[in-house]
């Protein structure tokens, strides 16, 4: 009889462990696709907003003022078109809008302001997984009702956490992309992985339709 108690807590732990193992898988499924739903949503509306902006060639000529977005607005989308990347963006790095989109850092410019660092993150392995195969002069698009934004790869960096230097001003035009690294590490990446583009050009009010990837 005491040989079977070890036996019977393996057994349990056994049942234990691939009972989480199961409800992790769940959870990650479930994210994964509440994550691919709201990108469906948020791409069409942005091809609808371009439109819309076509057509009020008044609104683009004289903008109303400026307001400040709020966390979880949708702003347009980034595409890379080489990697068949294509994300909806919105406004926060909160969790919520992370789980779902690329994150637009609220303390940096916006892609129409035309100056400074744009700041855009998101899950290494989410909407972000492709940046591991990001090159040197890789085309970047930020794609907004307000207009295109092209953009070149020009660095590639790994820092840590803390080296909040990658966002700051530059004079030339600039977005940066963050995501965790390494791509294939398990738990809290340790380090950021940075790709810096400038912006070679812009067309204001354009209409862009159709992403990378429906």
Known sequence: MRLDVPHRSRTLVNRLLIAFGLACLLFYTFAVAQSAIYQRKAKAEIDQRISAHRLDAPAILSPKPARPLVEGELIGRVDIPRLKLSAAVAEG?????????????????????????VGLAAHRDGLFSALKNIRMDDEVRVVTPRGEYFYRVRKTRI??????????????????????YPFSYVGHAPQ????????????EGSVVKGAVLQ
Request: include cysteine; charge should be negative.
């Open 159 to 180: 820092v840590n956490p803390e080296d909040v230097w990658v966002l700051a001003p530059t004079r030339t035009p600039t977005v940066t992309l963050i995501t965790c």
């Open 192 to 203: 950021r992985f940075i790709v810096q583009a400038e912006l070679v050009g812009a067309v």
């Open 93 to 117: 790095d909160d969790n919520a809008t992370l789980g779902k989109a690329v994150g637009h850092l609220p303390d940096t410019p916006l892609p129409w302001h035309r100056r400074g660092n």
